[in-house]
């Protein structure tokens, strides 16, 4: 490090610090440097007294644990509860949907039985309509108007 007394301690220094390779540039710096050294100093301390702090929240009696494995558990059956629930409903509309639409079609029309015009007499009928002077609603009108 290049006159690291001007600089003092730098980001690749802090660095340096926390993975535990110190190069020898940073090593003389805070043999050299008061204000640098107490700032290493106290950051080392806060990093002992966090992992204190740490241990201290990890290391909780069997009654914490216990409740804690309730809650997870109360959580994941509820969770299971509501995912049967979703898939329960969701089945249901689908069933519902299905079935209102097998039956709300409507229903095909029947072929005709022996009632219906046959297409003989179908064509017959066509044939006498159009041979007509006049449609058979006027017939009447034009049979009166002849008579004249």
């Not at 290493?40 to 966090?50: F, G, Y």
């Not at 015009?117 to 009447?140: I, K």
């Amino acid at each position: 490090m290049s006159e690291m007394n001007e600089k003092h301690l730098d980001e690749t220094s802090w660095a340096e610090l926390s993975s535990g390779s110190v190069e020898a540039g940073t090593k003389r710096h805070l043999a050299e440097c008061g204000p640098c050294r107490d700032e290493v100093a106290r950051w080392q301390n806060e990093m002992q007294q966090a992992a204190v702090r740490m241990r201290a929240q990890a290391e909780r009696d069997e009654m914490f644990w216990a409740r804690q494995r309730a809650t997870i558990r109360a959580r994941a059956a509820r969770s299971l509860r509501t995912m049967w629930l979703r898939y329960a409903s969701t089945a249901l509309a689908a069933l519902l949907l299905v079935a209102v639409l097998l039956f709300s079609q409507t229903p095909k029309p029947k072929p005709a039985t022996g009632d219906a015009v046959s297409d003989e007499a179908l064509l017959e009928q066509v044939e006498s309509d159009l041979n007509r002077d006049a449609p058979q609603a006027l017939l009447a009108a034009a049979l009166t108007s002849e008579q004249e």
